[in-house]
């Protein structure tokens, strides 16, 4: 029984293992085996998006960091992003993107690369960046502090964007879920309405996921 609305994200279990964790990887370890045949309907598909989306982050890189291999990353942080948003919608799943400490481990590494890896490699390039062309001089040091500023708060940003879009979603299908009474004449609508929020909460697991990895490649590639 939820002491609370809130509850429901609680990482807490009854075990001394902190399982729901695991459910970050489990979807993973416990795929299907015929994804693993070369001509399966499921293989065929996943090599599609994979392919698709290499297409579409290779065209957000620019050609000064572009290499064999750059858009690894994204590709497999948007599978890892969707297959934990899509796995948290099923009832009794624990939702560890619904959690801060979860989108913020996976932005703020790849954000502390990539800021680390433009200061050294590409200094000049980065400084260049802090200051816009056409700056009057007066204003040069407001603008540098701005964009120090917007530079910083992107991790933060990516993270609360990912938490908070799992956390309104989850919130108002419990709601919708506690309204539900099978002796009222207004239950077929309620089921109705929640099936469509869900069907809805489906599409938004796969738009975060893809926005977080395409704002992650547009954040490395800008700077450059």
């Known amino acids: 029984m939820m002491t609370s609305l809130f509850s429901m994200f609680d990482p807490t279990t009854v075990s001394p293992i902190p399982m729901n964790w695991s459910s970050m990887i489990l979807p993973s ?12 309907r499921m293989n065929i598909l996943m090599k599609k998006m994979t392919t698709t989306l290499n297409n579409e982050f290779s065209s957000l890189f620019t050609k000064t960091i572009m290499m064999k291999g750059t858009t690894l990353i994204p590709i497999t942080l948007f599978f890892f992003i969707l297959i934990s948003n899509i796995t948290s919608n099923f009832p009794y799943s624990f939702c560890c993107s619904a959690h ?55 991790p933060m940003a990516l993270a609360v964007r990912l938490t908070a879009n799992l956390i309104a979603g989850h919130l108002l299908m419990a709601l919708l879920g506690n309204t539900l009474n099978i002796k009222n004449y207004t239950w077929l609508v309620i089921l109705t309405i929640q099936t469509l929020f869900l069907t809805f909460e489906l599409m938004v697991a ?19």
């Open 29 to 40: 370890i416990l795929l299907p085996l015929v994804y693993w045949k070369p001509q399966s």
């Open 100 to 154: 801060l400490s979860f989108s913020l481990s996976l932005a703020l590494p790849i954000w502390m690369s990539i800021i680390m890896f433009f200061w050294i490699k590409l200094t000049k390039t980065t400084l260049s960046h802090l200051v816009p062309s056409g700056t009057p001089n007066i204003l040069m040091p407001m603008m540098v502090m701005i964009e120090m500023t917007s530079n910083i708060i992107r």
């Open 206 to 224: 796969v738009i975060q996921s893809y926005v977080f990895s395409v704002l992650m490649t547009l954040y490395s590639s800008e700077i450059s």
